[in-house]
């Protein structure tokens, strides 16, 4: 194994490694040992680069949000007006419920791991802060909330579904949030 001198990733492979075995594993699955194992480091080396389990989970939970967010980005950055912005939501909901099953797991573990231990909802509201700061580019603070819960939901329902909803339902939920009093917001 090479040092920390001639390592330069050991810190990012052991956050790697962190999201893997929570994926496969869940949060209570998760260990010093098992993750230096699975990213190829000493064991020394977890506490060298993190205080402990508790920081090392706060900094790999916040790198998968970073990527959720550059995720929301990605869709929501495009749109020029409120009908393309519509679209995007749904093509988000649609990419997130479709897309790798190892985001939705750890989604639900970050979820699950704020509402045991409050001092890991921080994460979560900044998560849910930064994905409203991109809804509100093209909606309301409030409408921008909405989407934020139909987003969650909607792609947890058809990422577990048997028969997930097609695209169009998905574009009429939207719709109707977006929408107050039969006129666009």
Not at 91 to 103: F, M, N, Q, T
Not at 138 to 151: C, G, W, Y
């Amino acid at each position: 194994m090479a040092t920390g001198h001639t390592d330069p990733q050991r810190r990012e492979r052991i956050l790697t490694a962190t999201l893997d075995l929570i994926a496969e594993q869940g949060v209570a699955g998760v260990s010093h040992r098992k993750i230096a194992a699975r990213a190829g480091v000493p064991l020394g080396s977890m506490t060298y680069h993190f205080s402990g389990l508790d920081e090392l989970l706060r900094e790999a939970f916040r790198r998968f949000t970073d990527h959720i967010v550059v995720v929301f980005d990605v869709h929501l950055s495009a749109p020029a007006d409120r009908d393309q912005a519509r679209a995007a939501v749904a093509d988000l909901i649609h990419a997130l419920s479709d897309g790798s099953p190892r985001d939705l797991v750890l989604t639900q573990e970050l979820y699950t791991l704020a509402a045991r231990q409050p001092s890991y909802r921080e994460l979560t509201h900044e998560w849910m802060a930064r994905s409203r700061t991109h809804l509100e580019k093209h909606f309301d603070p409030d409408t921008a909330r909405q989407l934020d819960a139909l987003i969650e939901g909607l792609t947890l329902h058809r990422a577990l579904a048997r028969e997930p909803h097609d695209r169009a339902l998905t574009l009429e939920a939207v719709t109707r949030i977006t929408t107050t009093g039969g006129r666009a917001t």
